[in-house]
């Protein structure tokens, strides 16, 4: 779905103090004291002769980490892409925006040489104005005739 | 086709449901029978696996742009006995959902894939 990722929004600090910051703020504050202990009570059951205890004490850090992991981007989410009605936004976004761009034009090369030409010759310019004029004439629909 | 985010959130899902399945229905049973070799060895392999769930799940919840406390519950669920495997339910089914909406969203503007 990378696809459709949009052009990130630049971090606003302000984001650090939304509803759902504050929450992650809070989890993070109990899980990381929470992950320690639990790798301190398995570093007593290793030491206490089961093994499988000193597997877990290793473990327990490893969530510890995670958690800081995850809660970084949490705090750091832009909250208007969250959700179904983020992506609902995000997606609408997208969509107007490659509606009002057209496709990029090629020049030209035809428009690029002519006036190129009428540059050095100011006849040749007078010239095809005239012929421009003479074909507005004839075609008054048209937006320009050459 | 199936993306590489979802593919490998499933292949994670299944793995440690799997392995919790029978650390909790075999291997917990056996060892208050006595016998806590199954426990010691399936136990081990779901911890280790289920840090790689962890990081899995958490890159596709990101990709689906999952709120919070969603996010949290999916993480959770690879802790409880066929937890993961409801959550890959969910999130398989909510992601082709997904997938469809964006296609629809660009078809008047994008030629799109079949």
């Known amino acids: 779905m990378s696809d459709r990722e949009p052009p990130r929004r630049p971090f606003d600090r302000r ?10 703020h809070a989890a993070l504050i109990v899980w990381v004291p929470g992950c320690a202990i639990a790798s301190w009570w398995q570093v007593g059951i290793g030491l206490s002769g089961d ?4 597997i877990y004490s290793v473990m327990w850090p490893c969530f510890a980490l995670f958690g800081t992991v995850f809660w970084w981007h949490f705090v750091h989410d832009d909250p208007d892409t969250i959700g179904r009605r983020g992506l609902r936004r995000l997606q609408r976004d997208a969509a ?16 690029i040489a002519l006036a190129r030409a ?8 007078d010239y095809n104005a005239y ?7 004839a075609r008054p629909g048209s937006r320009r005739g050459r | 086709m199936e993306p590489a985010v979802l593919k490998r959130y ?15 229905f075999v291997g917990v049973p056996l060892q208050v029978a006595g016998h806590p070799g199954v426990a010691t060895v399936v136990g081990t392999m779901h911890g280790f696996l289920y840090l790689i ?15 919070l406390f969603r996010t949290v519950l999916v993480l959770i669920a690879g802790t409880v006995p066929f937890g993961a495997i409801i959550a890959e339910r969910r999130l398989t089914s909510e ?8 296609t629809k969203g660009n078809a008047g503007t994008a030629p799109q894939e079949a």
């Open chain 1, 15 to 24: 984001r650090w103090f939304t509803p759902r910051a504050l929450v992650a």
């Open chain 1, 51 to 54: 093994s499988l205890g000193w």
């Open chain 1, 96 to 111: 107007l925006e490659s509606a009002g761009q057209p496709e990029p034009v090629e020049p030209d090369v035809r428009e």
């Open chain 1, 118 to 125: 009428e540059a050095e010759d100011p006849e040749l310019a």
């Open chain 1, 131 to 137: 012929l421009a004029a003479l074909a507005r004439e």
């Open chain 2, 10 to 24: 499933r292949v994670m899902a299944y793995t440690t449901a799997v392995l919790l399945i029978v650390l909790v």
């Open chain 2, 53 to 67: 769930y962890l990081f899995v799940a958490f890159q596709l919840t990101r990709t689906m742009h999952i709120p």
């Open chain 2, 95 to 102: 992601y082709s959902q997904q997938a469809r909406r964006a």
